[in-house]
């Protein structure tokens, strides 16, 4: 018998992270802007977003806000980065970014961070939330990685517990921004959207097309959700850093 698992290649289960462990977040990776390039029009297309987010709050209750798009690829792992940085440049500011895209995650990895225990382990309840999410070196800014992928992510998300612990992250931060997989072949995202406050719809311009955006649209305001505003990615050239 074995202890270990095969997908793909053989892998051992997820272990928990150490504390403190996600201080090693790096920031570098050419696409978040925020961090690479401060001064650069995609991080100021970032601060008016996060601008438009909270001005729609202004009693600064905490919120969660589902970050989707219509198809894979068009940039929502890196907005959610992105965006999460702009919202800690305001002092105060907690920020949790979660990975609840669990077909093809991608903030960890992003992120230069082991794979752990995450929110899979959150909502089944088998990972204490204060060990599976971890504090980064960005003062404000913690992630929650996905944890192990299950068989069936729908079934887990539409589950009961979910609500439970979107509230258990509403009392610990001010914004929880939730990346999720593409809406338009999978529902996930208008699950969790329905749960959410709020959605932000990520669209890769000049390569989704416009008919798919506003299906994706509709659906995600379909289970109750309510689309706070597009972010249209892939527009501007950044300028290089002087
Ligand atoms: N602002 C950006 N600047 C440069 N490249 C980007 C930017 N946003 C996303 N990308 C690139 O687009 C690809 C998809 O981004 P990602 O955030 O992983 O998409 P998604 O999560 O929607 O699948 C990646 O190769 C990423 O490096
Ligand atoms: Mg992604």
């Not at 201080?23 to 970032?46: L, S, V």
């Not at 000049?206 to 995600?220: A, C, D, K």
Request: one cysteine or more; charged letters at 25%.
């Amino acid at each position: 018998m074995s202890i270990f698992r095969r997908s793909g290649g053989a892998s051992a289960p997820l272990l928990q992270a150490e504390p403190d462990e996600a201080r090693k977040a790096r920031f570098d990776r050419e696409e978040i802007a925020i961090a690479r390039n401060p001064r650069g029009g995609i991080a100021e297309q970032f601060r008016q977003l996060r601008n438009s987010i909270t001005a729609l709050n202004p009693e600064g209750a905490p919120r969660t806000v589902v970050m989707a798009s219509a198809l894979r690829g068009e940039g929502k792992t890196v907005a959610t980065i992105n965006l999460g940085l702009a919202m800690s440049e305001v002092p105060g500011t907690r920020v949790l970014l979660v990975d609840a895209d669990l077909h093809r995650p991608g903030l960890e990895g992003y992120l230069g961070l082991p794979r752990r225990q995450g929110l899979v382990e959150v909502i089944r309840g088998t990972c204490p939330i204060d060990r599976a999410i971890r504090a980064t070196s960005v003062e404000g800014v913690s992630v929650l990685g996905p944890g192990e992928l299950p068989k069936n992510p729908s079934e887990l998300l539409g589950s009961d517990r979910v609500k439970m612990v979107l509230s258990s992250f509403k009392q610990r931060f001010k914004y929880i921004l939730i990346d999720t997989p593409q809406a338009a072949t999978i529902s996930d995202a208008s699950m969790l959207g329905a749960l959410a406050d709020g959605i932000v719809l990520v669209v890769k311009l000049g390569s989704t097309p416009r008919s798919l955006v506003e299906e994706t649209y509709n659906r995600l305001e379909s289970l109750g959700g309510n689309v706070l505003g597009t972010l249209l990615t892939g527009a501007l050239p950044e300028e290089p850093t002087s």
